[in-house]
């Protein structure tokens, strides 16, 4: 398998901090600017962003031609997505709302090949864009090399976090912030940087480095990214396409007077 793939499950388990670009404009070439920005990764979303499949499918190889891995976080419960995001080349999936140990295990089940998993095989185009002619090399490395993530962003997920981390097949999790700070405070507060909020994914942090497993989280601004890292969280999503191009649009109409 491609070293850039591997290179991101490898990086990270070394304890190094991957910071991830986040995609939701469907288009590949916004994908591949960040990527040749200087980030680490890429992650398009199929969530909230405007992503689909087919705009997976080429937003994958535009991010690889840049040199750079590719994560897909795929929509609520549509597991089926995470084994053609693999397929197509991604070297990580997130799953979001992961809220107990049959959730894990249902996404750990599309993620991993036998015998961890039940994953069909047909990594063609992931194969054909890493160069990989041998099809016993990408088998013998798919399950350690791609990496099932998932996410924590409720009251149940965090509640059910052991037992999550306890599924064979999953590599860590991602923290959502937003969706959390919803649930901790029933639906009173929109505040992914709040007292209560980064109390819990602190402990959340610690939980995840004594399971051996990786700790991801989507930070909302550079200050918020600095106290992840300090938490001991190594996959770091910061910035997102649209808010990069929103922003400096805005700053740059703001130097002329507009």
Known sequence: MTDIVSSLAETIRAGETVIT???????????????????????????????????????IAAVRLAGKPAIVRVPVGDFAATSRALDFGAAAVIAP??????????????????????????????????????????????????????????????????????????????????DLSIALSDGGALDPTGERVMMVTGEIAERVRDSGKIAGIFCSNVGHAGIAMDLGYRLIALGSDASILRAGSEALLEKIGR
């Open 21 to 59: 670009g986040w995609s939701s404009l469907p288009e590949p070439l916004v994908a591949e600017t960040m990527a040749r920005a200087g980030y680490d990764a890429v992650t398009l979303d199929m969530q909230h962003g405007f992503h689909t499949i087919e705009s997976v499918h080429r937003g």
């Open 97 to 178: 709302m992961i809220n107990s140990y049959e959730d894990a295990r249902q996404f750990a089940d599309f993620m991993k090949m036998a015998p961890v998993g039940s994953r069909s095989w047909g990594p063609h185009r992931a194969m054909a864009i890493a160069g990989e002619a041998d099809p016993d090399a990408y088998l013998a490395n798919a399950n350690r090399q791609t990496l099932a993530l998932a996410m924590i962003e409720s009251r149940e997920g965090v509640a059910e976090l052991e037992a999550i981390l306890g599924v064979a097949g999953i590599d860590g999790i991602f923290v959502g912030p937003s």
